[in-house]
């Protein structure tokens, strides 16, 4: 069956300080990955989303980048923190079908900037 | 672009009743998706539609795909205390990305 991870589960940052948050996928190839923030418990925002390696779409101009340097695994990053990136981040993976195209998420990392 | 009203934002009922909420939009989706999070995780598919008229039941919840393509009801019935959480809504448009409603926020009183 497939999982997806996501780590660290919980991270305090101070503004200014680069970030990285992991997700990996198990037991299925060519996902499509996602990666959402959502705040205050409400709302899914789309950050990003991978169709395959080394390919990235970006929905809405921020400081935050993604990668996926390998088939399963998707990486968030920022070079410089603010305070407004805090928040509830949400990793996703879709199956390549696009006939049922239904996400499964992680368990989220919650990201606090100080 | 597209957009999803869900409703209600927040509901407070009594233990043992039926809830109902549902989501609609300007534009026609061929899957509709329903996801419950609970504190502090990630959301968990609960019912996922794949075509109009189609009702779904997944133990007290039941879904139903309207008829119309442009909504989508999700009804939970004897609700329990373990209900809590918030539901999300998401429709999707061959090959499209998820578009997600703002989400219910279900408090149950036991």
């Known amino acids: 069956s497939q999982t997806i991870h996501q780590w660290p589960a919980t991270l305090v940052q101070p503004v200014g300080s680069p970030l990285s948050l992991e997700c990996t996928v198990e037991?299925?190839?060519?996902?499509?990955l996602y990666w959402y923030r959502q705040a205050a418990g409400r709302g899914l925002q789309l950050l990003f989303y991978?169709?395959?390696?080394?390919?990235i779409s970006s929905e809405v101009p921020q400081n935050l980048s993604a990668s996926r340097p390998q088939d399963r695994q998707f990486i968030l990053s920022s070079k410089k923190l603010l305070l407004s990136d805090s928040g509830f981040y949400l990793c996703?993976?879709?199956?390549?079908?696009?006939?049922?195209?239904?996400?499964?998420f992680g368990a989220g990392t919650r990201l606090s900037v100080l | 672009g597209q957009q999803l009203n869900q409703s209600p934002q927040s509901m407070f009922i009594q233990e043992g009743e039926d809830v109902s909420m549902n989501c609609t939009s300007s534009?026609?989706?061929?899957?509709w998706l329903w996801y419950k999070q609970d504190p502090g995780e990630g959301p968990v598919l609960l019912i996922a539609?794949?075509?109009?008229?189609e009702l779904t039941s997944n133990g007290r919840l039941t879904a139903q795909f309207g008829i119309t393509r442009k909504d989508s009801f999700l009804n939970i019935s004897a609700s329990i205390p373990s209900d809590v959480g918030i539901y999300f809504c998401?429709?999707?448009?061959?090959?499209?990305?998820?578009?997600f409603g703002a989400g219910t926020i279900l408090r149950v009183k036991s």
């Open positions: 534009s026609i989706f061929n899957t």
């Open positions: 037991g299925t190839s060519n996902p499509n």
């Open positions: 998401a429709g999707q448009l061959w090959g499209n990305k998820l578009v």
């Open positions: 539609l794949y075509k109009a008229g």
């Open positions: 996703a993976w879709s199956a390549l079908d696009r006939s049922k195209n239904i996400q499964y």
């Open positions: 991978s169709v395959g390696i080394g390919q």
